[in-house]
């Protein structure tokens, strides 16, 4: 391997990395807020490259339908569960919130295929609208009924959800994979190194949507909120905090990070209805790096995880996948050594 | 405990095993319409519903179809072949879109001594046939390579970079491609995998550019069999593509775009029916494939697969034909004369070849059942 | 329910599962086939996570390891399936104890996450190791042949893995009421504790994690040779999850759970196969998948506990005799009284720059009953953690009956005769009273994991019994030795600490405020209890407490802490004269 070689991996490598970022971070949000590792965010991102691909084609996206059928069934855990704890009159709220509300983004993206048609921009702002409903509608349907239960049972339950949300994107999605315009031809080349404008991208939304993120978590009030659910739940409950609204957001903008990432991925991969668990799992490895807590801890994995990818794909192919996961064993041993306090917790 | 679970074990027997007797022929047939095989199984699907519509029965008798899915999933596809002969008394299995599945599927055609006919190319040792209970449809990828290795001779290419699916497909492309090396027509440079799932191909990109290769073989499939060539784009190679039939789909073409033109595949000559000359024996029956397809599914045909599931149709409906004569459906007597009609079958025409099913060999087709077709501004273009 | 019908229950379950193959048609006996070889998996798994509370996603590399192992000798080179059986337990075994030596000091969902790593990496190997077929697989692998009989048919081969799974099952439950088994079931709940009863924490988790992985093995080898043809599908990690779904619908912790789960998975997925195109008419494959998984989501939602604890709620008891007399345990020489027994040598520890324990020393002697007090945050708790090896020292040494124990592990320390309780009572809720007390005892018996499996340790299981129960009289708690113990009151859960303490048949008792939450009559009692047990059994020991009165007619002599530094040491009389006493820990007001 020369040098050419191995700038062409590594900046390869940060391009996958920074994917993993965006993935990475909105998992390590959600786990914070909710306790809920959220498998299926891999899936997330699949989804809007879909999405987005079926835009392009100009017809409506599986997602709309995906999007019907999952505010129905919230609809209808949620006025269930109101008609039982005898709060009726909150019903006309909750059709609002989880049947009209997504029922009209689907609607908007339905009534203004004209305009998509034109502009690559909207059709990446009507791609992410079409995704933002999905996770919190699976919270209320699939966590929000066990949302008291432990970290593992929540983790197995996030795998069975994954499993369904596969089923559904190939019934909504069919089996073919999706390749979208590429956004930009641009190529920088510095000396011998060449950067696509693709790949230039992709790093500059991951540092960006970071950034904005941490100016969320710093300077917002729901942002400050969020974290104060982190950090204690019953204490932020106190406090005026609903926990379970924290939730919501934290998937809102999870989805969000998810969804930028399925749109910056779509034009130089192809993407499948069920890509998502791979990309979602190697973003895991990142955010475990950072061990599920601290979000430079999580970048730095995730980039990590990506460049380690890159070359080990050049050195043997076959055995990238074993080389990426067998590597999380001495990280797992070294995340735990570093957390050693946690014995306590682990009590009865 | 156990009772309950014996009891509702037998409630569920007894509900589905009411099925009561009658002469239909019937067809047991597995393939993926989940999992990881999805992209070819749904393919098969809809060319069995073609060949449904294309004839419906035989010899007075009604061919009815029991599909199920096996999720690319070898255990479920071994459970699915012996729900169908046990529990719904098929008279003969069709199956399935993975080649593992395909080949767990066949162990229990043999134990249960019932006909199978593998839509996956598979290749089974059996020795003498004296037990042989499966034939194979597609061309065997030996074949294919070797057809595909020919035409690279043809071309002057000598130099071969190999990058295919981490899976069986990739794994039956090389062996072929390493078959015809020991041949001495190629030389195979590189064995690059990739998964399906994969997000960037660069490192096994450079690797098969570092051996400076005459010309690269492609052993994907579908959508996904495009990202080498794009990646092969973008690091500016400028030499010929090689590929094997499962590259012939209407996403890789688009997905695939200008980095995929000229890229040179042998398949099966369904693929350019309406080039191929009247006299060739596909013409016609490719033809009525076609309407039958757009009849059956709502849609125009896009790819070989379903022209498989097609054949296989037409083969149990050519043997079926004289084994009714002897034996009623439903029966031991009939599978086994339904099995030995198979390998009688003589110069059987079907849309991906002229079959000649022998005992001893799994394939039944030769060199007349592929075609070199090119890619030429997103349509494939017969080079004969 | 007695004991007479619980054996009628399973003899006619047995019996119903010999008469299955003349009964039922021959496609079910082909589910009850996979049905048995995914239950020896997840038979492993209930033990596994639901007894030991490790959570393994991996456990379908291992079953793929068995079954390549044994594809690889009959297939590929010809030899015996049961050379075949031979390598795959070794191979899986092997594995399994490397794995569990780098993995299971993991904390909490770092190890679950280890699984699925090392899942993932042995499931991407077969595909990719050459000479073990790659992704097309191993195909004709020959059926197993017991003498001349070879298994070729799915009822032949019923029979084998029928008998695999029931024996196994009376393995584990014969393990689960053995020694071994016990110290499993504590697992669950923190190490602290286990580790106090001189347990080795993590080598009982080795033991725990190679048994599920041998059982993986057989199942593996099952496999192998029941469909004669191997890919690596079926041992990638997404059935790995499945096991686990199995293990869990059933009901973790349960080893007859595994088999229902396991049952319950495959008849479910079989009927979503058989009804759902009734239905929804098209597309039926892809919403298998998701009304499969749907189903799973709503059952972890309303069952979290699994069919076995949901059916348990609506049985009877099973009445269990109480342990008769039996030949003793043997016990340990007590030192004469008077001898040094405890020597704290200037004993520090820090937390970060927080001095917890500030070079104090004093020493313990053999019979005495010794005091230590102090007002809350003086330090007595750390002093404890470091005696009994819970806690390391920064600096200063601590020698109990002659050896230094400074660096010694807390499981060792206990095993040389210190037993404590703790000021947050640690038990087990959903073990019996007996089985609590039994704990106690794990130093003091050396049945092993074979032993244990096999049943070979009556003898001193008996006894144990006995002493446990006797325990649990002494301590006045012997009316009802299978309640739970979680459902006693939290007064009488320290006294049940006591008992487990003491059958250790330790030489030094460490109790942390015994007497809190105790009503007067009782305390009276406790203090009754701890006089004669040094007077009458020659223990030493120490205590900490908060209540002056008990403390005051119950020591011989007293140490005072405050603010991580020794006050003072003495008699109680003297002690409560000491005016710096009675101005740090009193207040300056008695």
Redesign the interface.
Known sequence: MDFD?AS??AI?GL??GA?YVLIAIGTVLIFTVTRV?FIPFGDIAAFTALTLAALEMGRLPGTAGLVVVLAGMATLVEVVALLRNGRAHEIPGALLYYLALPLALVGVVWLSEPLYQSSMVLRILFSLILILPIAPLLDRI?YR??AD?S???L???S???H??L???G??FF??????TEPMTDAIFEFGSIMI?GQAALIMFAAVLFSGLLYLFFDFTLIGKSLRATAVNRSGARLMGIRPERSGTIAYIVGSLMAGVSGIL?AP???M?Y??G???G?RAF?GA?IGGLVSYPGTAIGSLFVGVLE??????S???K??IV??L??PI??W??IV??H???H??? | MRRSLLLAATLLSGVVSTTFAHADIKVGFVTSLSGNGASIGIPYSKGIKAGQQYQSEVGGEKITVIELDDGADPSAATRNARKLVEEDKVDILIGTATAPSTIAMMAVAKELRVPMIAISPVKLDEGDGSNQWGVTMPQPPALMASVIADRMVRDGEKRIGYIGFADAWGDLVYEGAKAAEEAGKIEVLTNERYTRTDTSVTGQILKVLASKPDAVLLGGSATQGALPPLELAKRGYKGELYGLAALVNADFIRVGGKAVEGVKVSTGPIIVAEQLPEEHFAKKISMEFRDAYQKANGEPTTDGFSAYSFDAWVILVDAAERALKAEQPGTPAFREALKEEIFKGDEVAGVHGVYNFRKGNSYGVDERSLVVVKLVDGKWTYEP | MSRFTLRLAVLIAVLALVGAPFLLGAFTITLMNYVGIYALVAIGLALLTGVGGLVSFGQAAFVGLAAYSSAWVTALNGGSPWIGLLLGIVITCAVAFILGLITLRLQGHYLSLSTIAWGLAIGFLFGNVEGLGKHNGIASIPPISIGSVSLVESWQIYYLIWAVVCVVLLLVYNLLDSRIGRAMRALRGGNTLVESLGINVFWIKVTCFVFAAFLAALSGWLYAHLSRFISPTPFEPLMGIEYLMMAMVGGAGSPIGGVIGAAIVTLLKNFVQDYLHYIIPSGTGQLEVVAYAGLFIVFLQYARGGVVAWVQQYLPATAIPRPSQATPLARRDKPAAGTPLLKVDQAERRFGGLIAVNKVSFDVNAGEILGLIGPNGAGKSTMFNLLTGALQTNSGSITFAGKDITRTRQSNIAQAGIARTFQHVKLRPKMTLLDNVMLGAYPRTHTGLFSGLFRLNRAEEASARYDALQQLERVGLGDKPFELAGNLPLGNQRILEIARALAADPVLLVLDEPAAGLRRGEKQQLAALLKSLRDNDKLTILLVEHDMEFVMGLVDRLVVMDFGEKLIEGQPEAVREDPRVQEAYLGGTA
């Open positions: 070689i062409i991996l390869d391009a996958s994917i590792v699939v009924p066990i239960a970290v593992l049972m983790l197995i339950v795998m069975a959800l499993f369904a596969v089923g559904l190939l019934l069919g089996p073919e994979g999706v390749r696509t991925i130089v991969n192809t499948f069920d890509s668990f791979l990309l799992l490895v475990i890159s070359f080990a794909s050049f050195q192919s076959a055995f996948d074993v996961f067998s999380l064993i797992l041993i995340r735990s957390s050693v946690t014995e306590e682990d009590e009865e």
